[in-house]
């Protein structure tokens, strides 16, 4: 994990943003907006780069431990916000544009609260309608710290709404194990239960 983003454009706030669940079969794509303080991480958290090692890449962080690495991503967070854009949604405008509104309307409130901000999104797709500098950037949550606490935040915030949706299933679909993805677990709950009122029915799976 390296902040080189962050070396690369240190005169400027950078404003990291992720999405969680955008290949899910249910449930809503989750992004995250965050900009993050260097200066308390580096003194509160004894080092920046040892606490961005551990929420490098939010799928890869052991689920015993991501709430807890969380808490310190909100610690050290300057300004932060989540959004969600349920399946709905999803269904009418497909998932690549409720991705992208998703991205504007986390990003553009936080960016809004500092001078000449640069948003950096993870990925090849950038939202529009907006006077304020956006980039996206491959694999940026190995790259930048911002993005890399924006994947992680947004994937708990997302990971704790399916759980909670899972309560009112009876244990039918699994959604507080898989969350939603496509596992042999969900399909063959699919097979035998059909969709739930969170799935996405735009997704073949769902519709078939």
Avoid: Q
Avoid at 9 to 25: C, K, M, N
Avoid at 27 to 48: F, H, M, N
Wanted: aromatic letters at 8%; a neutral charge; one cysteine or more.
């Amino acid at each position: 994990m390296s902040g080189e983003l962050e070396l690369t454009y240190r005169e400027r706030a950078i404003v990291g943003v992720d999405e969680v669940g955008r290949g899910a079969l249910a449930g809503p794509v989750t992004v995250a907006a965050v900009v993050l303080d260097g200066d308390l991480i580096s003194e509160a958290l004894s080092g920046i780069d040892n606490v961005c090692r551990e929420f490098r890449d939010s799928k890869k962080v052991p689920k015993s431990i991501r709430a807890a690495v969380a808490s310190k991503v909100y610690g050290a967070a300057l300004v932060w916000n989540i959004v969600s854009i349920p399946n709905w949604v999803i269904d009418n405008v497909g998932i690549r544009s409720a991705t992208l509104v998703g991205m504007k309307e986390a990003a553009v409130p936080v960016a809004a609260k500092f001078d000449f901000p640069l948003i950096i999104v993870d990925g090849v797709d950038v939202f529009g309608g907006t006077n304020h500098h956006v980039v996206a950037k491959k694999k940026a949550d190995n790259r930048s710290w911002s993005v890399a606490a924006a994947s992680l935040i947004a994937k708990v915030t997302r990971d704790a709404l399916m759980t909670e949706i899972h309560l009112s299933y009876d244990d039918r679909y699994g959604f507080d194990v898989h969350f939603g993805y496509g596992t042999k677990t969900h399909l063959k709950a699919l097979e035998e239960h059909g969709p739930s009122e969170w799935h996405r029915m735009s997704f073949k799976p769902c519709r078939r």
